[in-house]
């Protein structure tokens, strides 16, 4: 059978006009040296993210050195008394504060948080869940001075006229609930904390909680299982590594809180057994008393403090990132803290 | 001892959108029962009608009468209690991979209060060999992970699991899709010993496997029972000329 | 009854208080929630008239005056902060999304998670030993310096995210066509993760406008106008601050009344964000 003859190429007949056309499209060269542009351009954008760190560190650093050299790190910390008028800077009172209002706000806040979240991922009627996301979302959207305000004029007054008394009245044996119900004091701290750390702990819970396969919840019931043994046997238990992990960054965040703290907890710096007692956090003494600092050495003993709470808050928060991320497999966080 | 299941005008849906219609079939007690069809032919949601797990997706719901035994499990009992009495094996395995071998077995028992130390061994080693699990993990039952066992291993610890209660009925939902074709054996071994004892129901693609393993089978289509024969009926000489079509992979 | 049912209805019981107590759970955490922009309301609207927007602070006794320059002076720190925040925040996120598929990529993402965590307090101690030391004085541009740091950390995650959901064939469509990388990034990537980026950049807005513990020593607050930005200046959470915590009456009710505002402000910014995501995901999202 004999091939038709393949055709012999059309002539290019170019359109007038086509040749100008295709000189103006950016040539290779100059696209070559835009991009490499544009990446350096990015580059510094990112690298500023280095820098910041970079200088946080360096000027922490440096203007503690003096406070450092001074009293060195296991002096300064375990110091009780702290009286900058008269040379006397222990900054154990700080330490104490921090973690018992954290402590506290952790203790309130972490049961509330599990069950919104367990509600809102596993019980809730589905209409609802936007809306509960929403407001819980709003609840952290305030900003810590509006908590303080409302903590000194609203929570205050509630807890010095009805809680304390309360407590004192029935709780009153343990050392805990001792001393006159001023409202302000360790309590208040405790409690307005946990209302800021509640949303964190709650959306991050609820994301680990999202992550649990289904056939592991329908394993549970196809053995009989009610709802609330499912939602224990398999969906708390299989994302328990993350749920740390949300509380651990929710104590991150307790940790640095200034504002709102520093509005109720009564600035002194004392070490008391009673949660009614005023107390002092790291955070707060530096709020407090950085601009009124009159010498050197008290700039730089408030400069070692925050060194110490930057120290601190790092570590908790890498640590709760990578509980985190080990149950959602590196899906980053919906949640900026 | 199994006992026979009475299906009678079950209805089934997906939020508005109707996936079973109008089912009625006896499910013969000690005997297995294959469910063939093509996909999305509501095959997977009659068998989870059959234990009430329906339910649990949200949006949908079942109506009509399944008796299971003399029990009609839609009404005046509790899903719970049902689910308790049947088991539940699924297309791909479930262990719980926080617990251990042992612990997943158990699991289904101490959910119902068992705590006897004692009386928990004997179910667990009772149950794994039931599975033909038993001796490849007798040595390591408290200290690997359910989760650490290969495909076929963990089909098998989900069979056990959902042995240990003693259920009156086993579902399978292809319980063995997943799993290479040594596992899938094992596991139709396993299901001809079980037939002696329990009430199977099996959903499967493979109509090799509904032969091998089935006394009486059911072809669905679109949500609809078509035949429901004995399985040598059904693949030699169908009634329905759908049923035939899909025997002889005309379409599915 | 037979202990089998016995057995049973306890374990609905147990069901039955558990899914009480969840309920119960979210009926408390909104409790507070309802509070405090009920008391907000309350107590912040009977002050808010037009003088409290547009006069300055009067001694106390005088009675009167308002928070008007708290609001202009946290607009300028806001807008100072802006400047610095938004571009670099973005310019970072960029880079981890598309040219940071490796080690050093990493190395950012996780730099700016540990920032973000850094308390805000610290922020300002470093900005105030960087800008205001060596400018001698206080002054809105060390304030915004302050918030555009915070700001930073916080839009590059959010930006990297959002170019990470933009599918590669959507780039390779780009580069197919002979698109430059560096145009198919801003025009073709970046124009549609928009409406995610721009929720980022609000998100991030709205958390800075409330911070007063970075404005401490860096803005300073001011009793009185100013609108350079290399003076003291001041803000309108700082001011609630000075007022909340001063013993006169006359400034508690300012307070409330100025905690509205910023709340009212934050709170606009949130449902924006939503309404232009809930639209923006439908266009960027294919």
Known sequence: MKLAPIPAPRPKVVAAGAEARRVSLVPLKASRFADKGFLLLVLACGLSLLAIVGLIIFELIQKSQLS????????????????????????????????????????????????????????????????????????????????????????????????????????????????????????????????????????LTREVLVAVPQHQREAALALGAT?????????????????????????????????????????????????????????SVIANEFSEATDDLYLSALVHIALALFLVTIVVNIVARLLVWTVTRGAPPRVHV | MGVGIEVAGLNAWFGATQALYDITMSIAANHATAIIGPSGCGKSTFVRCLNRMHETIPGARAAGKVNVGERDIYNGTSAVEVRRRIGMVFQKPNPFPTMSIYDNVAAGLKLNGYSNRRKLDEVVERSLKQAALWEEVKDILKKQSGASLSGGQQQRLCIAR??????????????????????????????????????????????????????????????????????????????DKRTEDYITGRFG | ???????????????????????????????????????????????????????TPRPVGEGGGGMANSIAGTAMILGIASLIGVPLGI????????????????????????????????????????????????????????????????????????????????????????????????????????????????????????????????????????????????????????????????????????????????????AAVRYVASRGILKGAH
């Open chain 2, 162 to 239: 959902a042995l240990a209660v003693e259920p009156e009925v086993m579902l399978m939902d292809e319980p063995a899709s997943a799993l290479d074709p040594i596992s899938t054996s094992k596991i139709e071994e396993l299901i001809f010993q079980l037939k002696e004892q329990y009430t199977i129901v099996i959903v499967t693609h493979n109509m090799q496997q509904a032969a091998r393993v089935a006394e009486f089978t059911g072809f669905f289509l679109m949500g609809r029972l078509i035949e429901f024969a004995t399985t040598e009926k059904i693949f030699t000489t169908p009634s």
């Open chain 3, 1 to 55: 009854m037979s202990k089998g049912s016995l057995r049973h209805w306890r374990r609905q019981i147990v069901d039955g208080f558990f899914t009480v107590s969840a309920v119960g759970t979210v009926v408390v955490v909104m409790v507070p929630l309802l509070a405090i922009f009920g008391y907000l309301v309350a107590k912040g609207i009977g002050s808010l008239n037009w003088a409290f927007l547009t006069q």
């Open chain 1, 68 to 203: 450092i050299h001074q009293f060195g790190w296991f002096k300064f910390f375990t110091g009780t008394n702290w009286d900058p008028v008269a040379g006397e800077f222990g900054a154990l009172p700080f330490i104490y504060g921090t973690i018992t209002s954290s402590l506290l706000a952790l203790a309130i806040a972490v049961p509330l948080s599990i069950g919104v979240a367990v509600f809102t991922t596993e019980m809730c009627p589905i209409p609802l869940r936007g809306p509960i996301s929403f407001l819980t979302e709003l609840l952290a959207a305030i900003p810590s001075v509006v908590y303080g305000l409302w903590a000194i004029f609203v929570l205050a007054p509630l807890l010095r006229n009805y809680v304390q008394p309360f407590l004192a009245t029935y709780f009153g044996w343990t050392s805990l609930f001792s001393g006159p119900p001023f409202g302000i004091g360790m309590l208040a701290a405790g409690v307005i904390l946990a209302v800021m750390v509640i949303p964190i702990i709650s959306s």
């Open chain 3, 91 to 270: 310019g970072a996120g960029v880079y981890v999304a598309e040219y940071g598929q490796n080690r050093f990529g990493n190395l950012l993402r996780f730099t700016a998670d540990v920032l973000n965590g850094v308390p805000s307090i610290v922020i300002g101690i470093v900005v105030y030993g960087l800008v205001v030391v060596p400018q001698k004085h206080f002054s809105a541009f060390a304030g915004g310096v302050a918030l555009g740091i915070m700001m930073i950390p916080t839009i590059s995650r959010s930006t990297e995210e959002v170019l990470a959901m933009v599918p590669n064939t959507v780039r390779e469509a780009a580069y197919g066509l002979g698109v430059a990388r560096w145009r198919t990034t801003l025009s073709v990537a970046l124009r549609t993760a928009s409406a995610g980026v721009i929720t980022g950049v609000m998100l991030a807005f709205a958390r800075v406008a409330g911070e007063t513990a970075p404005l401490l020593f860096t803005a300073f607050g001011n009793q009185f106008w100013n609108l350079k930005p290399n003076q003291p200046t001041a803000a309108l959470s700082l001011q609630v601050f000075t007022f909340a915590i001063s013993p006169f009456d006359e400034w508690h009710r300012q307070a409330w009344a100025g905690a509205l505002v910023l709340i009212a402000l934050i709170v606009i910014s949130v």
């Open chain 1, 227 to 283: 709802r609330w043994e499912m939602i224990r046997m398999s969906v708390l238990r299989n994302a328990r590594v993350g749920i740390v992990g949300a509380i651990i960054l929710g104590l991150g965040r307790a940790l640095g809180e200034t504002m709102a703290v520093t509005m109720v907890i009564g600035n002194r710096p004392e070490i008391s057994k009673s949660l009614f007692a005023p107390g002092y956090t790291m955070a």
